[in-house]
């Protein structure tokens, strides 16, 4: 039998792998075990030797250095892959960052030069990537986020997160709407808590992860190889028809009141 859906043949970009716990690295896996050919980024040189054996070990041909925050390095990395592959067919952004001591205190105390960094990296570079990616996307193509529950509910120590990610879900539906007429899908993934290194600056969430796994209706927490599963499916041909969408993967706790 034919499997379902397979991305042989398909070439993908991965921005936020940090270690082996990132979401976007258990994400990359799937996606290249189902054959995908991906372009990896890594944030700058302190983070290179941790990333770079992981996308070497998936066989990436392309490993480039992508700060969002770095005039003209997220254009370069397009421009290599313009010129190495001409084109893209999916990239997943899986990065989000706010100043410590903006996500440590109210949404109320925030500050402008926090809340604005905050957006222009977790929010403002998924749409220059989309932007960058348009063109190189002519017979269509899928862009995934990362997004957290937090944006809809107020999540306790989520603090400055929360508005972030609701800006980031709202641009997905935008650009969803936008683009496609031209065949590109534009969809988030909303895993539940995950132990990596950017859920370790939020301020208790050991506790969150207990609170999680008690009134989850899995009674569970997710793993990055569940998120994968998802992302995979929604970059493949089977999910032709699916864009716009925020896609739990969290063992159901959304359902719960
Ligand atoms: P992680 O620390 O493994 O990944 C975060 C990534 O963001 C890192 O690779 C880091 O280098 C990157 N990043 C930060 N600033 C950057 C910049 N200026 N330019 C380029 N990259 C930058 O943590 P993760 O949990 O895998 O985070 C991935 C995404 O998943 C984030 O958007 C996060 O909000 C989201 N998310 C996480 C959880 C969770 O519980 N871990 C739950 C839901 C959503």
Not at 32 to 49: D, F, V
Not at 213 to 238: H, K, N, W, Y
């Amino acid at each position: 039998m034919t499997p379902l859906f397979t991305l042989e043949g398909k070439k993908g970009l991965v921005v936020g792998i940090a270690n082996e716990h990132s979401i976007a690295y258990g994400c990359a896996r799937t996606f290249r075990a189902a054959g995908a050919e991906l372009a990896i980024t890594y944030l700058n040189a302190k983070a290179e030797p941790y990333v770079r054996p992981l996308a070497e070990g998936l066989g990436s041909p392309i490993i480039v250095p992508c700060d969002v925050r770095e005039p003209g390095q997220l254009e370069a990395v397009f421009a290599q892959i313009q010129r190495e592959w001409g084109h893209l067919d999916f990239l997943l952004h899986a990065i989000a960052f706010a100043p410590r001591e903006d996500l440590h205190g109210r949404v109320v105390d925030c500050s402008q030069a926090g809340f604005g960094i905050a957006m222009d990296v977790s929010v403002h570079s998924f749409i220059r990537m989309t932007r960058l990616a348009e063109p190189l996307m002519p017979q269509g193509g899928c862009l995934l986020t990362v997004t957290f529950y937090g944006s809809e509910k107020v999540v306790e120590n989520y603090n400055l997160m929360g508005p972030v990610k609701a800006a980031l879900e709202s641009v997905v539906r935008s650009m969803a709407a936008e683009l496609g007429a031209a065949r590109i899908r534009v969809n988030a993934l909303s895993p539940g808590p995950i132990r990596t290194r950017a859920a370790s600056g939020i301020h208790r969430f050991d506790e969150l992860m207990e609170h999680t796994a008690a009134r989850t209706p899995q009674r569970r927490l997710v793993s990055i190889e569940d998120v994968g599963a998802l992302a995979a499916f929604l970059v493949s041909d089977a999910a032709a028809a699916i864009t716009g969408g925020i896609h739990y993967v969290d063992g159901g706790y959304h359902i719960m009141g």
